[in-house]
């Protein structure tokens, strides 16, 4: 589920915020503008600018992107196009006139051959099909990629630049390029039964990857998932319009039902012949990543038990399939599954990340599992490995060292020693591309409140290169608003657990009279709300609607409640096996401690969330009855046996296995204690988290006898967008908290 994140001891108490900088002083405020909702949601008022489609070339000093159907290249010092390297007009068919409407392109190694998609539509939430072609520099010749019908997946050049690999109607293929020559590596692929090169919904929801393939650096080999999901129970999800609704049947494994079973081959291209790899006897497992290492013929595996609270690292001969567990990595709770496992040139080491230690941190192994050395350690983690220097036996990464409400790049080379911090020093939250040879990154620095600067860095330094996007007449556009001050502050409930937390108080602030809080919680697994980035830890348009709340006389506050992230395993991993208890203890408790505050009015504080904060919503209007007058629930799950298995079991065990986890916290269990106004909002077309929670609560407060208003969005998913959607929903949000708040 995505909507799906100062040390603790710099943080300054409830009685002295951090204040950050106002916009104008309040004496202003009068004179300036008011936030409507056609600003945020329909007229792009407040739109960010950035670096359009940035991507690093293979010298690192340009980069390309595609402009008004050109595919430009661009100077990465100055940001200024250098040349068009293929006119929108010469992308035409032999034989047509008119020029195709590209929308996506990617190199080969050498880039002199590009692959352009055109027609591109989305599926789930990272998979999306599209018409693929060829395109040759030299030759300025464009062809499809592809003769045969249907739209094609995943397009990927060998290494070498001479083949593309695909997925067409759940079958993997290969085509030649000297040829066109087009071989299909599998032919079982079947809607709804067999998925080859691609993932099934699940592990693109909850392990974040939809490309289920992946050539072998020397482009010799293909390995490649195969899923049988023939036994997934399908879910039934009708789409509406027609006289006669349709039926979008998928598989949908929730919590405690079976899932697909998951294989890995390799297809060896020359001797055009498939080789299964070894990933044991159970069937009943999960297979969240593979990776070729840097030693040829050897594909690196990870395999999961159900409950994911072991993880191993297999590596596989992908020439007899014959594999060997090297490394395994286990926890009370779970195990977390990321893309930080790094294999270096000359084979003889890997980089991964593991919250062993109680955070996570960075370790280097040998090729044989064994640990060379811890390279960082502390009260703080990694959040990402961003780039190896090779040469200088150098990894780039970003942290929480300097609290966990920032994010910072550093660098450490494989001894663990020289650990520097990269870039200007200051707050925040910097998020980084750094380029292949790591001689420069692009960082998207952002502070609460204030827009995000894109510049150009050196890598060896982190001095500034140039600045490419400062957003100065957002910033200045902002200005002109009557924006209120954001404050981030810290507290510790009356059970003694510190939590963080940000706060909104209305431009023309008065410490004298009373004002109705509106708490705004995600609160789910790992996750964050309380950030030191451009929209405080959210989205910058739920913060510009905040912003809009304020205006209106309401504060907005925010807690990150135990189970959140950056604060270590323990603090997070509190909630395993009972979730949805301690954060809404949690968010009750805060609720309760700002009502103590002088200038809150404690019988008018609401809350409201989407998704994991749509169920802490349902669940603190009624097992928290007494502390909340009003809240909006949006995208719930009410009940966590009708979400997926991943997800699901990842923090609560199997329902079979510990039923009381699902069923003492789910709001349907509480709809008869519900006492507060409640607005209930899905989209229909919800393929995340399905309608059916909502129907199942709905059902429960008819029972219940309990009042309560819904509103529902035809076709729409978890998202909820499109067209005037977000414009409509918040409209009727806004007018719920100020009818009822």
């Known amino acids: 589920m995505n909507l799906r994140f100062l040390g603790l001891a710099l943080l300054l108490n409830a009685a002295s915020p951090v204040l950050l900088p106002a916009t104008a002083p309040a004496a202003y405020a009068q004179q300036k503008q008011n936030i409507t909702l056609e600003d945020i949601w329909q007229k792009g008022t407040f739109s960010a600018k950035s670096v359009p489609g940035f991507n690093w070339m293979k010298d690192g000093r340009y980069y390309s992107s595609l402009a008004k159907g050109d595919l430009v290249q661009h100077d990465v010092t100055t940001g200024l196009p250098v040349q068009t390297l293929v006119a929108g007009a010469d992308l035409k068919l032999p034989g ?7 929308d996506g392109y990617s190199f080969n190694a050498d880039e002199t051959k590009i692959l352009f998609s055109t027609a591109t539509e989305p599926i789930y939430r990272r998979s999306s099909k599209s018409y693929f072609f060829v395109y040759d520099r030299a030759a300025k010749q464009l062809v499809p990629l592809s003769a045969g019908e249907g739209k094609q997946l995943y397009a990927t050049f060998s290494p070498d630049g001479k083949r593309v690999a695909f997925v067409r109607d759940n079958n993997l293929f290969v085509t030649e390029l000297a040829t066109m020559r087009e071989t299909a590596v599998t032919t079982d692929g079947e809607l709804n039964k067999i998925i080859n090169g691609g993932t099934d919904w699940v592990y693109e929801e909850e392990f974040e990857f939809a490309q289920g393939f992946q050539w072998s650096p020397d482009s010799r080999q293909v390995a490649f998932y195969r899923f049988d999901e023939s036994a997934v129970p399908e879910y039934n999800m009708q789409k509406w319009g027609p006289l006669y609704p349709q039926d979008d049947r998928f598989k949908y494994p929730k919590a405690g039902e079976k899932n697909s079973t998951v294989g890995i081959s390799v297809y060896d291209v020359a001797g055009a012949k498939t080789v299964k790899m070894d990933v044991g006897p159970v069937a ?19 395999r999961m038990n159900r409950l994911q609270n072991q993880l191993e690292i297999l590596h596989a001969d992908a020439r007899t399939g014959q594999a060997r567990v090297v490394l395994t990595d286990t926890d009370a709770a779970y195990v977390e599954v990321n893309d930080d496992l790094r294999y270096l040139e000359g084979g003889k080491q890997f980089l991964f990340t593991s919250e062993k230690d109680g955070y996570r941190h960075l370790y280097l192994y040998d090729m044989n599992g064994k640990l060379v050395r811890q390279l960082t350690k502390g009260n703080w983690e990694i959040a990402s490995i961003e780039g190896f220097n090779e040469q200088k036996g150098e990894v780039y990464f970003t942290s929480t060292e300097e609290s966990p409400l920032q994010r910072h790049l550093y660098r450490i080379n494989l001894k663990g020693k020289g650990k520097t911090r990269l870039g200007e020093a200051g707050n925040g939250v910097d998020a980084v591309n750094i380029s292949p040879d790591t001689k420069y990154y692009l960082n998207y620095h952002s502070q609460a409140g204030d827009p995000t600067v894109v510049s150009l860095r050196d890598g060896q330094t982190g001095k500034l290169v140039k600045v490419l996007e400062d957003n100065a007449a957002l910033r200045q556009k902002l200005a002109g608003y009557n924006l209120g001050k954001l404050e981030f502050m810290n507290f510790k409930t009356a059970d003694g657990v510190d939590l963080n937390a940000s706060i909104i108080k209305p431009a023309n602030f008065d410490p004298a009279k009373k004002y109705p809080v509106l708490m705004y919680v995600y609160g789910g697994p790992g996750s964050q709300t309380v950030k030191d980035d451009a929209g405080g830890g959210i989205a910058f348009t739920n913060y510009l609607w905040h912003q809009l709340l304020a205006e209106q006389g309401y504060i907005i506050v925010s807690v990150d409640n135990r189970g959140t992230g950056a604060r270590g395993s323990a603090f997070k991993k509190s909630t395993y096996a009972n979730l949805g208890k301690l954060e809404t203890q949690d968010q009750a408790a805060a609720a309760r401690y700002f009502a103590t505050l002088p200038y809150v009015d404690k019988a008018r504080i609401g809350i409201w969330g989407w998704s994991f904060g749509g169920y802490m919503t349902a669940l603190a209007l009624t097992k928290n009855a007494d502390v909340f007058k ?11 046996r009708y979400y997926d298995t991943v997800y699901t079991e990842r923090f609560l065990k199997t329902p079979q296995e510990n039923p009381g986890g699902y069923d003492d916290n789910s709001p349907v269990q509480f709809a008869d204690q519900l006492k507060g106004k409640l607005l209930l909002v899905h989209g229909t077309g919800d393929d995340n988290v399905h309608f059916q929670n909502s129907i199942a609560f709905v059902d429960a407060m008819v029972r219940a ?8 969005y035809p076709n729409r998913n978890h998202g909820i967008y ?5 414009l409509h929903l918040y409209r009727q949000m806004t007018n719920f908290v100020l009818q009822n708040l």
Not at 96 to 102: F, M, N, R
Not at 630 to 639: E, H, K, L, Q, R
Not at 705 to 712: A, E, G, M, R, S
């Open 722 to 726: 499109g067209g005037n959607t977000r």
């Open 284 to 302: 009943d497992q999960y297979i969240p990543r593979i990776l070729w290492t840097q030693v040829p013929n050897t594909l690196s595996i990870r």
């Open 705 to 712: 006898n309990k009042d309560f208003q819904t509103l529902y």
């Open 96 to 102: 047509q006139t008119q020029a195709l409407p590209v």
């Open 630 to 640: 009003m809240g909006i629930s949006v995208a719930p799950v009410t009940n966590w």
